[in-house]
């Protein structure tokens, strides 16, 4: 029974993620609340595993995601229910695309997904920010507003912030360092 609901869930994160990988966050997140599959703390190193790894991030999380809920076969079944839609969605624009390419509809229609997408991407960014960031339970407890910040998470996000737009390594050294510097550090 997991693996239909596994498949059900994923193929409507599949059906309605607009946007990209990182767009399928706040579903994932929903989902987390709602099966109890995986923490947030979870999901968010299910995000971080993801975007280190070759391969599309959404596929990634869903191999992940399915396999803590239900081993292997959890894993191929989300991965099948995420990229269902998108082959039968991309099979369909195929052919009826070149017909209707300058109609003002269709035309309106991704106009109008453009700012769904940059919504969903932004909720995750904020989602990962507020996670990664903020140390709100220890906030709450003491209430000084310096205890909101994680503020050795905040340095070491501004100092790869910099390192990376002045650098020019390939992103895979970043990844690295940034593991190696979690282990020693945090």
């Given at each position: 029974?997991?693996?239909?609901r596994?498949?059900?869930?994923?193929?409507?994160?599949g059906l309605f993620m607009f946007g990209g990988g990182l767009a399928s966050i706040p579903f994932l997140k929903?989902?987390?609340e709602n099966t109890g599959w995986f923490t947030l703390e979870e999901l968010l190193d299910m995000v971080a595993i993801s975007e280190s790894t070759p391969g599309p991030i959404s596929v990634n999380i869903a191999t992940y995601a399915g396999f803590?809920?239900?081993g292997?076969?959890?894993?191929?079944?989300?991965?099948?229910?995420?990229?269902?839609p998108?082959?039968?969605?991309?099979s369909v624009v195929a052919r009826l695309l070149s017909r209707f390419r300058n109609n003002t509809m269709?035309?309106?229609?991704?106009?109008?997904?453009?700012p769904a997408s940059l919504g969903l991407i932004a909720a995750a960014g904020l989602i990962v920010l507020r996670h990664s960031l903020l140390n709100e339970e220890l906030w709450s407890h003491t209430?000084?507003?310096?205890?909101?910040?994680?503020?050795?998470?905040?340095?070491?996000a501004a100092v790869l912030f910099i390192l990376v737009n002045r650098l020019k390594f390939h992103p895979i050294l970043f990844l690295a360092g940034s593991a190696v510097v979690g282990i020693l550090i945090f």
């Open positions: 029974m997991i693996l239909l596994l498949f059900y869930e994923f193929f409507l994160t929903q989902m987390s803590m809920a239900a292997i076969p959890g894993g191929i079944v989300a991965t099948a229910g995420l990229l269902l998108s082959l039968i969605i991309a269709v035309s309106a229609t991704f106009y109008g997904l453009r209430g000084r507003p310096l205890d909101l910040f994680d503020v050795r998470a905040l340095l070491f």
